[in-house]
């Protein structure tokens, strides 16, 4: 297994972390509680938005856009949120999505179906329908269908991921993975995580050996450029889920940089993306030059882990 990787975003300096318990107490007060206080600061930034728009039948099928106030051709960013494939609704992540719209980024954030309503795999049924319906509606949003990103956190960059490696849901749903995604950008995302051993996931998932069920298993091949983002500290997700589906790709010939950064847990990692904190840590701007070397082109090939600094 390749050794976990460790970057301190060398164009912050070091003193900057003391903020981050700032930042870390804010999100997980939001991610706890009903984020209005996020939510209040998010609207003092620069966009636009639309809500509960329909990309299927029932409650769980709506999404939210938000987008730069003037914009055109930008690229999209399709978010799943995490919470276990149980719990999670999309106005919790105003604060993400408002900062990477204010960012230049037309943002797309779907809730879907979740246990107990469903199980594996009906919610990455779902997230295909939102990918498919953010194709296709991006340029009435200002948005580039031509450079379109799966992003997630926990469950949700799962869902991403899957999506991304596994090219039947897509397809199914009348997207090509190949010619419409751009880029794959995963937040702390369990990708290879057999043995289950909660029960609660072993019924969702089917079994506590289910490799349908997993993103490694479907990392061969060509599948589109990835960036693996995770905490050092993250005891919810382990960091060499992202370090193994990175090396994994890599080994296929695919363009995969998987960042292990210091001091950030599985939920204080989005902290990083807090307005008007989030230029005080690397994963934005990190997030940004991973976007601008692959939206042009989609070559495939070998991308080194980030270097320790």
């Known amino acids: 297994m390749a050794e976990t990787t460790r970057t301190t975003g060398g164009r912050r300096r070091a003193w900057l972390w003391w903020l981050a318990p700032l930042g870390v107490a804010v999100v997980a007060a939001a991610i706890a509680g009903p984020a209005l206080l996020l939510n209040a600061v998010a609207r003092l930034q620069h966009y636009d938005s639309l809500t509960d728009i329909a990309y299927g039948d029932g409650e769980r099928r709506k999404l939210d856009v938000y987008r730069p106030a003037t914009t055109r051709n930008a690229p999209v960013i399709v978010f799943f949120y995490g919470g276990s494939w149980q719990a999670g609704a999309k106005e919790t992540y105003l604060f993400l999505a408002s900062t ?37 509606n991006a340029a009435a949003h200002g948005g580039d269908p031509a450079r379109l990103y799966l992003m997630g956190h926990s469950a949700g960059a799962h869902v991403a991921a899957m999506l991304a490696m596994d090219e039947e849901w897509l397809r199914d749903a009348g997207v090509d993975p190949r010619r419409d995604l751009a880029g794959l950008i995963g937040v702390s995302g369990p990708y290879d995580f057999l043995p289950l051993q909660d029960e609660t996931l072993k019924v969702i998932f ?63 990692i989005l902290a990083a993306f807090v307005p008007f904190l989030s230029r005080l840590f690397p994963l934005l701007p990190d997030i940004d030059s991973f976007i601008a070397r692959t939206a042009a082109v989609r070559p495939v090939q070998n991308a080194a882990t980030t270097v320790p600094q």
């Open 206 to 268: 089917h079994g506590d050996r289910n490799p349908r069920s997993q993103p490694i298993t479907f990392a061969h091949g060509r599948k589109p450029p990835a960036l693996l983002m995770t905490g050092a500290d993250d005891e919810t997700v382990y960091p060499r889920n992202s370090i193994s589906l990175a090396t994994r790709l890599r080994s296929d010939g695919n363009q995969a940089t998987d960042i292990v950064y210091p001091r950030f847990g599985h939920i204080t």
């Open 100 to 136: 990477l719209a204010a960012r230049g980024y037309v943002v797309v954030v779907p809730d879907y179906r979740l246990y107990p309503e469903v199980t594996f795999p009906d919610f990455l049924k779902d997230g295909a329908q939102a990918i498919r319906w953010a194709r296709d």
